[in-house]
């Protein structure tokens, strides 16, 4: 009983019938943000809901039925578990910030899909890389907030007029959002003031931002070579596998070919 419980949830059709229940869902958890459709379909989207919500529950029931005492030991489990937990006590508390946090039963694809499963393992191995990086982009950016306010602050006070201030002005001017209206304030007083702009997205956006693309695509790659790896294994094995049936199967015949020569003979 449970070897079939086990393929039939591990199998392509069944993980594909999950896929579009939660796409599903996701669907009608966003048409409720519509009062219209709520109006007229109030009542359909909350069964759509509550039956999608208890499909993941029989899922991960039957996923603890399987596994046992493996269950716990699959990280993935686990998030499915908290996913689904934090839906079900959604819908038991009266708070409307808690019935908001259903739509993170979305998240579930990253679980379900393999190639967003890779792509979120390989950003979790990217992490110890990617925190010294920002560790250097925050020291750029206090060093440069810190001469930003002693150049620039009196000349432009509600961009550069403290150190906060500086500091959430560079950071605007990093991710590119209207850096060059900042720049046009500050080169009325001080026309050299491109020279610093440049360098400091130089050195942000086309040095450190891209070394979080390497990193990240390092990490991918290395994810990547697990996976080869172990499939590799898992082939040397079948192979393994299948030439111990083959050597079986010959001396079996063997054996009844000899058989059968030994009562030929009598």
């Not at 899922?59 to 046992?68: H, N, S």
Request: aromatic share 8%; charged share 20%; hydrophobic share 55%.
């Amino acid at each position: 009983m449970r070897e079939r419980m086990r393929a039939f949830i591990t199998s392509r059709r069944f993980q594909q019938f999950i896929i579009g229940v939660i796409l599903v869902n996701a669907a009608t958890l966003g048409l409720e943000t519509v009062p219209s459709v709520v109006v007229r379909y109030g009542e359909v989207l909350r069964v759509i809901d509550h039956v999608a919500l208890y499909i993941f529950v029989v899922e991960l029931v039957a996923k603890i039925y399987v596994e046992r005492s493996r269950f716990l030991r699959d990280p993935w489990n686990i998030f499915d578990t908290a996913i689904v937990g934090i839906a079900l006590l959604s819908t038991t508390g009266g708070l409307s910030v808690l019935r908001s946090l259903r739509i993170l039963r979305a998240l579930r694809l990253l679980s379900v899909v393999p190639s967003l499963r890779r792509v979120v393992s390989a950003l979790l191995r990217a992490m110890p890389g990617m925190s010294s990086i920002v560790v250097l982009l925050s020291l750029v950016l206090y060093v440069a907030a810190v001469m930003a306010t002693k150049m620039y602050g009196e000349a432009v006070p509600e961009r550069f007029g403290s150190l906060p201030t500086s500091l959430f002005t560079l950071y605007q001017t990093m991710t590119g959002d209207d850096w060059g209206n900042i720049a046009r304030d500050v080169m009325r007083e001080h026309p050299s003031a491109w020279i610093f702009f440049t360098i400091f997205i130089l050195i942000c956006t086309f040095v450190v931002l891209n070394l979080f693309m390497a990193v990240v695509v390092s990490a991918m790659e290395e994810e990547s070579a697990l996976e080869r790896a172990e499939l590799a294994e898992l082939e040397d094995t079948s192979a393994a596998s299948t030439r111990l049936i083959l050597a079986e199967l010959t001396a079996l015949r063997d054996e009844i070919a000899e058989l059968r020569r030994e009562k030929a003979l009598e």
